[in-house]
């Protein structure tokens, strides 16, 4: 069953054509990462697909139930970590919601803090709790790493691995990190000139290794589809 | 108090000058400093009334200028006759009245203006230029209007809270954040939700400078308001003494003025520190 379908999607900005003419499928509970040099129009198609962007046209089909993390964490500074998870959500037992939720990142303990006093990463751990406790059908994480440490990192990719085996929604995950891709990603996309240039099947099973040879290859045909010349593909070339 | 500042830095920039092992920091934060604060914001008082009592006794400010103790004493005397009181109370009354109304519109307005676009275009070009009008001014022409009775001077106490009001409520919600205005939205937020929970809260220091002009300028009206056609008030009680030359009931009466405008002060940090807890500004050093 398909989750999200993307026909014929449009952007300009002033005059530029960020967008022209893209297609995205992503099958329920599928994971797709989609790659891009800066500036080619990855955020901008994941915030057409989000429905924040009223100037993009084409043909979107998105469930309705879907959450977005962003690079930065967008917490209310105002509210505490549990109100910020349960933001825009009513009914009853809000704080046990918030606090399952909160549970699942590892940050229960900070329910009640402000959000000025987190970390970088607990920070976006919370925005991933935020958006967990709405059982999104869909998640679209918008280079949600990318302000992190190395280290930070790595452990925020794993919760979101742990996160979606666990939970299985379809995710749309934008990033500049091919790693970070090829570590999470059933799918990895490439974005080019404004349409999905390229398409690479991570056929790895998980938990995935590093230095997994299929990895070292799609690493390489990665790279040189984003238009990076490693040394490793100059010497195959 | 700055020198255990002082001691720290030197330990924390030096420490291969001093050279005693491992660095000691004293963790700031609640400690004596904390305690001593309060009284530390008094000093200052207690040092202008010094200064006010050891003037007036050697005759630097005049043989008129009664020195504090004289004007506890006339303060005394007044509140002993329940005249303290009375106009005191009739005068907290016109501004209570006033501020009501003028927070009241300045409130509705700056929220008006700066959640509609289109309420921005029809009401800010008039309020930018009232605004310049200096308020005070128009005691004449509500005279005119309202008569001399009561409700000129509440119409005048509330006009001028008003525009500052209005004016920090409307940069307070430009200023907001668009970005957690986008994120709260993607994350189904209702409009009322995103005024409540976002909005509001996100241009709530700013609603706070305008509240505390609009409050310095309510009293600033009462002051004028009071000056003519009353016969109760604190600003009658000054024109009265006047009159007889009691010049320890007009001072009795301008430091009633000033221990009002300490209370909004102390009131409006109050507030303050309540509802702006999430933040962390700079508190000097």
Request: aromatic letters at 6%; a positive charge; hydrophobic letters at 50%.
């Amino acid at each position: 069953m398909t989750e999200v379908k993307v026909r014929d999607a449009r952007r300009t900005f002033d005059g530029r054509d960020v967008l022209t003419g893209a297609e995205l499928d992503i099958a329920d509970g599928e994971f797709v990462a989609l790659l891009g040099a800066s500036g080619s129009g990855k955020s901008t198609l994941l915030r057409a697909v989000a429905g924040l962007d009223r100037g993009a046209t084409g043909e979107f089909t998105v469930p309705d139930r879907r959450a977005i993390v962003f690079q930065e964490h967008r917490l209310m500074p105002w509210s505490r970590v549990w109100r910020n998870v349960t933001l825009g959500l009513s009914g009853s037992d809000l704080r046990g919601r918030a606090l399952r939720a909160l549970t699942e990142v590892g940050l229960a303990a900070r329910a009640d803090a402000w959000p000025r006093t987190l970390s970088g990463g607990e920070s976006q751990r919370v925005a991933l709790a935020r958006a967990l406790v709405r059982t999104p059908e869909l998640l679209l994480l918008d280079e949600p790493f990318g302000a992190l440490d190395a280290l930070t990192r790595i452990r925020a990719q794993a919760l979101v691995a742990k996160l979606w085996a666990d939970h299985r929604p379809a995710v749309l995950l934008v990033t500049h990190d091919v790693e970070e891709a090829l570590r999470l990603a059933d799918r990895a996309l490439v974005l080019r000139d404004g349409r999905i240039a390229e398409e690479f099947v991570v056929d790895v099973p998980r938990p995935r290794e590093v230095d997994h040879p299929r990895l070292l290859t799609l690493r390489r045909d990665l790279l040189r589809a984003l238009g990076v010349k490693t040394s490793e593909s100059e010497e195959t070339s | 108090m700055s020198s255990s500042v002082l001691v720290r830095t030197d330990v924390a920039s030096a420490p291969a000058v001093t050279g005693t092992g491992p660095e000691r920091h004293r963790p700031p934060g609640p400690g004596w400093r904390q305690r001593v604060a309060p009284l530390r914001r008094l000093t200052g008082l207690v040092a202008v009334f010094l200064l006010w009592q050891v003037g007036a006794s050697a005759g630097w400010l005049g043989s008129t200028t009664p020195s504090p103790a004289e004007v506890v004493n006339a303060a005394g005397e007044l509140i002993g006759s329940g005249e303290l009181q009375h106009h005191l109370g009739v005068s907290l009354a016109r501004v209570a009245k006033g501020l009501a109304i003028g927070l009241a519109v300045g409130l509705v307005l700056g929220l008006a203006a700066g959640l509609l676009r289109l309420a921005e275009d029809v009401i800010d070009a008039p309020i930018q230029s009232l605004r310049m009008l200096p308020h005070l001014a128009l005691v004449p022409v509500f005279i005119i209007w309202f008569g001399i009775g009561e409700t000129s001077k509440i119409a005048l106490i509330a006009i001028g809270p008003i525009f500052p009001l209005y004016l920090n409520v409307l940069h307070g919600i430009r200023g907001v954040d668009e970005r957690l205005v986008e994120s709260a939205r993607s994350c189904g937020v209702t409009r009322l939700g995103l005024i409540l929970r976002v909005i509001l809260p996100g241009a709530l220091p700013q609603i706070l400078v305008g509240l505390r002009q609009a409050l310095g300028i309510g009293w600033l009206s009462l002051v004028v308001a009071e000056q003519t056609a009353t016969t109760a008030g604190v600003g009658f009680l000054m024109n009265d003494a006047r009159e007889f030359l009691r010049t320890d009931v007009i001072f009795v009466v301008l430091v009633i003025y000033a221990l009002l405008g300490l209370f909004t002060d102390l009131f409006v940090r109050l507030i303050e520190r309540r509802a702006l807890a999430w933040r962390r500004g700079f508190t000097g050093e």
